[in-house]
């Protein structure tokens, strides 16, 4: 699941959700908390993501929060590489998931 290099880690953390639950149970949302819920609900509280990701997506998801509507804020060199390690272990978890899913339905 390769994404346009154009997109912000933000933009590719939540592509990679709504993947998620799309592809899996046909579902969306319109507001960012109600897809965290419902992820962390169903895949973070269950077992079948580590908790550790849950929390770096919260973290994510606050730090996404505060470079849009906060007008001084400035995402460090550190913040961002974190950022986008968060995303890519999301996007690889799901991608491996799916693939799970789909074998153990053959």
Avoid at 13 to 21: C, G, K, N, S
Avoid at 71 to 77: D, E, L, Q
Avoid at 82 to 97: D, N
């Amino acid at each position: 699941m390769k994404q346009p290099d154009f997109l912000d880690v933000g933009t590719k953390m939540d592509v990679a959700w709504h993947r998620l639950e799309v592809a899996k149970e046909g579902v969306a949302f319109k507001r960012h908390k109600d897809t965290l819920s419902y992820f962390n609900k169903n895949y973070v509280y269950p077992g079948i993501f580590p908790r550790e990701l849950g929390k770096r997506i919260v973290k994510a998801e606050e730090i996404r929060h505060a470079s849009d509507y906060d007008t001084f804020y400035i995402a460090s060199r550190e913040i961002t590489a974190q950022q986008m390690e968060t995303a890519s272990k999301i996007l690889e978890l799901a991608e491996q998931y799916l693939i799970a899913e789909e074998n153990r339905s053959d």
